[in-house]
């Protein structure tokens, strides 16, 4: 019989609840863009800048592929920066911006180096673009983005909470 490590299977637990939701129904044929996630690596972990969300509904991240990747490896992270298509239309966006180690205990030990931020955009991606969700996390400082790859513009207006 094969173990798993608890670690494994929450990050598959995880993932199977995220991978629910594609931003593109099935049968669509309509105008599509691209959404990109970014990283900026550390030593032994890196900060994520992803898409959490389209319209309000959780999609797959590379925080999350990276964690499943990582999974068991020890000090070892194994990233994984994904892309995804959405539809060219009206969007309201969740984007993340996390710093993540490669082990739990690492991120205890460096609870006063980790930064998150978050943004809801309203977004109407143009046909056949590409955007990469982009950031910067440090001390003072944390902010998050959306930017056209080939402008490096940044695009999309930031809806308040609420």
């Known amino acids: 019989m094969k173990k798993y490590s608890l670690s494994s299977l929450c990050a598959v637990a995880l993932l199977a609840g995220c991978a629910a939701y594609s931003p593109i129904p099935e049968g669509y044929t309509g105008p599509t863009a691209t959404i990109r996630d970014s990283m900026r690596p550390l030593n032994r972990g890196a900060n994520f800048f ?15 592929r990276t964690r499943a990747a990582s999974s068991g490896q020890g000090f ?16 309201v966006l969740t984007l993340v911006g996390r710093t993540a180690y490669a082990a739990p205990i690492m ?11 978050d943004a809801t955009i309203e977004f109407t991606p143009a046909p056949d673009r590409v955007y990469v969700v982009m950031g910067v996390l440090e001390e003072g400082k944390a902010e998050i ?10 695009v999309g207006k930031t809806v308040e909470p609420k």
Do not use: C
């Open 50 to 64: 992803y898409l959490a969300k389209v319209d309000g509904n959780t999609i797959e991240n590379s925080l999350g």
């Open 145 to 154: 983005w959306l930017q056209d790859r080939e402008s490096g513009e940044r």
């Open 76 to 91: 070892n992270m194994m990233y994984r920066i994904i892309e995804r298509k959405v539809q060219a239309k009206p969007l």
């Open 107 to 117: 991120e205890i030990a460096m609870a006063a180096k980790m930064y998150s931020v």
